[in-house]
């Protein structure tokens, strides 16, 4: 009797199923739970695209924090790679995240502005004025502990310009951004990414670092393959080959088969070397007759 029922049920359930209407069934325009969630829509054209070995706009004009008129190239005639970051003045978010991380990592890397590398941050908002720049960049100075006197200041470059300036650097490097709506409800603020990038002396894309959270061996690293290898130490090279760059995770990672082969290599000399102690004679040995 009970497996009667139980089939019945089944049957009646399943007639039910048969005939419910299509626009009753769960579709991509009807998410439900967490997929219902969905980023705005402009979170869609504020992302990065890894332009890697492009050209900077090296020809466009920009203002310094001092206000003089400067080209973008002369923050690359140095013959050092430099650190590049896109941000604008005024954000009270996640811009000055940015700035502590990067200052952070390059505190921490053992490398110091003016003789490893420079700093270019430019503004991608046309508002922004050398002023606004000027604070930023002793501030800046401030978390590398690097005096505003010092001589190396100068290799550090917090940059204002143009909306065609602007423009033309961020697509050179990828970086997208968008106007948004501030809390007071005026276009004021960006939506753009997280990312510091390093750039060759020669001002073409090298590497990008995604977060606000810099890791230290990352930037060092980054700087390293930017300068060709011109600067680090033996270890730094030893590192470097042990270590490889993910562009999709933005970061450097253990690179496995290269540590084995490492390993591989060093074991076979062990192997060799202790093959050629045993196949030699003690001295001292006594020959028979």
Request: proline fraction near 6%; hydrophobic fraction near 40%.
């Amino acid at each position: 009797m009970i497996l009667r029922r139980a089939t019945f049920s089944l049957i009646i359930l399943a007639s039910a199923l048969i005939a419910m209407p299509a626009h009753a069934q769960y579709s991509a325009d009807r998410p439900v739970g967490a997929t219902a969630q969905q980023a705005p829509a402009w979170q869609k054209d504020a992302g990065i695209d890894q332009n890697l070995n492009r050209p900077l706009p090296l020809n466009d004009t920009f203002r310094d924090e001092s206000g003089r008129e400067v080209k973008l190239g002369d923050d690359f005639s140095h013959n050092r790679p430099v650190m590049v970051a896109l941000m604008y003045y005024n954000c009270q978010m996640l811009c000055p995240q940015v700035l502590s991380g990067m200052a952070s990592a390059l505190r921490q890397s053992g490398f110091h502005a003016g003789h490893e590398y420079d700093v270019v941050v430019a503004s991608i908002d046309p508002s922004d004025t050398p002023a606004d720049a000027t604070s930023e960049k002793q501030h800046f100075l401030s978390m590398i502990d690097l005096p505003d006197a010092d001589p190396a200041a100068s290799s550090v470059h917090f940059l204002t310009g143009p909306e065609s300036s602007i423009t033309d650097l961020a697509q050179a490097t990828g970086f997208h951004y968008v106007r948004v709506p501030g809390p007071d409800g005026k276009m004021t603020q960006f939506a753009h990414s997280s990312v510091i990038m390093i750039a060759t002396p020669d001002g073409r894309m090298s590497k990008y670092l995604f977060g606000v959270d810099y890791q230290p061996r990352d930037v060092r690293l980054a700087i390293i393959q930017a300068s060709t290898r011109h600067i680090g130490t033996l270890s730094d090279l030893v590192l470097l080959y042990c270590c490889s760059y993910s562009p999709t995770q933005g970061r450097y990672t253990v690179a496995i088969l290269r540590i084995l082969g490492l390993a591989g290599f060093g074991s076979l000399l062990a192997v060799l070397f202790m093959l050629y102690l045993l196949s030699k004679k003690p001295k001292g040995m006594a020959v028979g007759v």
